[in-house]
């Protein structure tokens, strides 16, 4: 916070500060929750906002916010689109993360290969089912949600075996001097996504194609490409994103990253991007993704019972995304 | 006593005047015939008396008492129907289910007594020709069967005023010939009619008399015995032609002979037709004609729009087989209908503008400002999002996202639809400009008047009139003019039915 107000005060020209409040607006409210989170559970729960436990809670917001990859992108891609399978797809990069690498260091380029490869064909399904034959996204990237987990069941018979290689345990808990990869992990996927989104062709196809689907095909824009690479863009970050989780737990277990799905749709509408596509950054994702962690932190280090705790969470939740999804009506 | 009276009734909407002061009476059993072109107001008319419009000032008699219905379910109360092109049939129910849908019958409170439905339908079916339609899904039947269903609907209600609004444009020969009879024995039992249509033939053959509607006005109602075709052209193209007076000299490129476009037997899926045309370097060509005669699927199917289309466009034979390749291949289209089909709203006016030349041909980015400063574009900052400019300037950035990538043929459907006057004439002025530098352009308009506007001043011009998913006239120089379009949109030769 004190960062841009300081940029503000700097500011050469009246127009350029205006312009940069103008760019930052949208992150005001996620950045103030965040600081009001930190501050709320500091005062409940003294430590809280300790270095280690914003660590923790850094790490955790990281493994979101790359579920939030593709529920950013598919979101932004309209028509209705969504991605209920993320959290399946992540569960089942980190057993086959697991299985695949045997625990083992060595084998890890072998897995992220084959991780890749089996992210591209659930991208596919997904894209080819949703763009030709018009199956609505909702339904099926919630039909694939149980495919893909009875894929993962059925090809570890229940028990996963193998392990969290080490290099994945160093990137989920391990630190380069004072800071932790994941933190480096987060900020490198902002800046990256950023530049897609911004700077690329892909990106900016993507923003036109979601904002209005008929006016792109009568532009000459390959709608159809466009879209089945952001679905095949997002189940790759899901399965890549399963094996940063796997690091981070250092175990796999059977639909481990099931909340990713609706958490990762909460950080998007709390970034600000609009449900009805066209627009939306992911910083803004980013950013939700941290309240969400932080919200759930707050609460557990208050001491709640979790039955309680993920009542009180759910309707934190609603009231959230009533107010975030009202305020651009609003602003008008 | 009229059985039905309009007294100077208006409406407009926003600037555009759909009726103004029009005035006219009905008598018991009198088949009236509605003739107008383009934007004279007869549908606006229709909607009125069906209730389904409500009229800005005016007054309505039915039966010598004041007609005040607010909606199209109290006129229907009143008998009084409309049945329309737009058909109001739910395709997923049975022929005779739409039949009954205004009042189904039931036993006891709950059920619908479907014999008791049979029994009604199947004697109105039998009357129009289409018995052995009893049981079949309305989607599954073809349009014109669909018209005629549409039809029968209309007269299970018992009307007592029916207004058929261009409903036999959709039929084949002997369905009208079914449709006339059924119609002379409403008239015989007091029912007054008000047939909108623009088919002379039918016009003569069963209407008493004539309501001929120009610009939203009635100009006069004759006796069909005291008028002749040729008199009712006349009278809906009496038209000062006060346009095109401007001529700019020279502003074409030296007359190129050199074909730049050819589409040859090209398919109209809707219409079964087939088009043909050629356009030389730096044509304009004007497509006109009554609403939905296939100017818009023309220019649509040429686009690549509806399937797969063989064009030779710059002497080269090409495949169409996706816009993406229309796009590519320097073919550019413009539509009117710039929400659905134009504009990108939440996004920014620069990104508007790099749509076509960035997104779908990955070449360097344009000159933004020189491009929206030279069509005089009123903007705050190119970020800014384009659904905060006004419609006219929408638009023009929308044409900029075109002539920006230097098109080889730019097809434009409608594309002045709801912007204002100044910024129409600017839009015509680009597109001379775009044909002046060797390009072609193909404009489709309903605005008769605007077509005149746009080529008439140009040396290098035409207008090609449709009808029914055909060419049927093309008009050049001296006789470009609102009457001679007019005149050329009416089928005149009595082409009934197909």
Redesign the interface.
Known sequence: MSMEMNIEKSAPKPSSTKMIRNKLKPYIPSLSIIVLLLILGQILSPGFASLGNIGTIVSISTVLAIAAIAQTLIIISGNEGIDLSIGAVMSMGALLGAVLSKGMNTEIWYTVLILIGIGIIIGLINGIAIQFINIPPLVMTLGMTSVVNGFALAYTKGLPSGGAPEILVKLGIGHLGPIRWMLILGIVLIIALELVLRKT?YG??L??VG??R?????????VNKTVLLTYVIASVAGTLGGLVLLGYVGSAQLEMGKDYALLSIAAVVIGGT?LTG??GTYLGSALGSVVLVLLTSVLVAVGMPPGVRVLLQGLILLLILLIYSREPKLRQ | MPLFECKHISKTYGSVVAIQEASFSLEKGEIRAVLGGNGSGKSTLAKIIGGAVKPDAGELYFKGKPFEVNSPSQAKKLKVIITSQELSLLTNLTVEENLVLPSIPRKGRLFIDKNAMKAKASAILEKIGLSSELGVLVEDLPANKQFMVEFAKSLLQEPEILVIDEITSALFRQEVEIFKNIVRELSAKGCGILFISHRMSEIFSICDSVTVMRNGSVIDTFPISEVNEDMLVGMLTAYKENIGGQTKENRAIEQSDRVLLSVKDMTLKRFGTRVSLDAKQGEVIGIAGLQGQGQSDFVRTLYG?NGHVHIRLDDKELQID???K???EGLA?L?GDRE????????SIA?NL???N?????RKALNQKRLLDSYGVKYDNASQQIRNLSGGNQQKVVIA?WTGTNPKVLIADDPTKGIDVQARGDVHEIFGDLAASGSVVIMVSSDDEELVHLTKPLKNSRIMVMYDGKFVKTLMGEDITVHNIISASLPREGVVGK
């Open positions: 062709r900016k196809t923003y036109l904002s209005n008929m006016a792109a095909i009568i532009s000459g824009i390959s609009s066209g627009q | 729009l996706s816009v993406h229309s796009v590519q289209f539509s659905r089909e134009g504009t990108f709203s939440v996004r990104e790099e749509a076509v960035s997104s779908a041909l990955s996202r």
